[in-house]
T-cell receptor, first 115, second 113 residues
């Protein structure tokens, strides 16, 4: 089955700790995205990558970092600099094509909680 | 800066009603508009995607329309069912070279049996 997997489903972070959220896709998509969702809010873009070894900051990149060493994988690290990390994190992918007619496909999400 | 608005934030209706969900956006320079469904604690599922050159798209009991010049879209749900209860999000893909989506805050729909 093709799709996007995110792990873990729940993640707990202690003060001052960095944590990494996993996102893997087997859809052969070039572009991948990380969004943050807070209660009652829409999705806000953290980082996105249109090609391997390249990525761009989204609207709320401060306190986060990413890597894109493989086409299939786009891990997100929530650093200790992110002072309010409690949220639902969603990963997505899409074929990269300017003016693409394709939608973005979303993973099941990771809920991050602070201890 | 593109902004997407969905009003109301929540709606509760009895089963069987025909529903209209509204979405407005501030900049008409878009590639497409999409409607997504999100169940509690889950990811997003794409319902309908309307290209900027199209006026509407249909899938089963769902029909979405787009009026780009006025910056509006509506999602019509016919004969609502309890299984339609979810949060519905509207998103636009602005023109400009990136593949970013701009989302509204969503509308939480509850269909009561």
């Amino acid at each position: 089955d093709g799709g996007i997997t995110q792990s873990p489903k729940y993640l707990f972070r202690k003060e001052g700790q960095n944590v990494t959220l996993s996102c893997e896709q087997n859809l052969n998509h070039d572009a991948m995205y990380w969004y943050r969702q807070d209660p009652g809010q829409g999705l806000r873009l953290i980082y996105y990558s249109q090609i391997v070894n390249d990525f761009q900051k989204g609207d709320i990149a401060e306190g986060y970092s990413v890597s894109r060493e493989k086409k299939e994988s786009f891990p997100l690290t929530v650093t200790s600099a992110q002072k309010n990390p409690t949220a639902f994190y969603l990963c997505a992918s899409s074929p990269f094509e300017t003016g693409s007619r394709e939608t973005q496909y979303f993973g099941p999400g990771t809920r991050l909680l602070v201890l | 800066k593109q902004e997407v608005t969905q009003i109301p934030a929540a709606l509760s209706v009895p089963e069987g009603e025909n529903l209209v969900l509204n979405c407005s956006f501030t900049d008409s320079a878009i590639y497409n508009l999409q409607w997504f469904r999100q169940d509690p604690g889950k990811g997003l599922t794409s319902l309908l995607l309307i290209q900027s050159s199209q006026r509407e798209q249909t899938s089963g009991r769902l029909n979405a329309s787009l009026d780009k010049s006025s910056g509006r879209s509506t999602l019509y749900i016919a004969a609502s069912q309890p299984g339609d209860s979810a949060t519905y999000l509207c998103a636009v893909r602005p023109q400009g070279g990136s593949e970013k989506l701009v989302f509204g805050k969503g509308m939480k729909l509850t269909v009561n049996p």
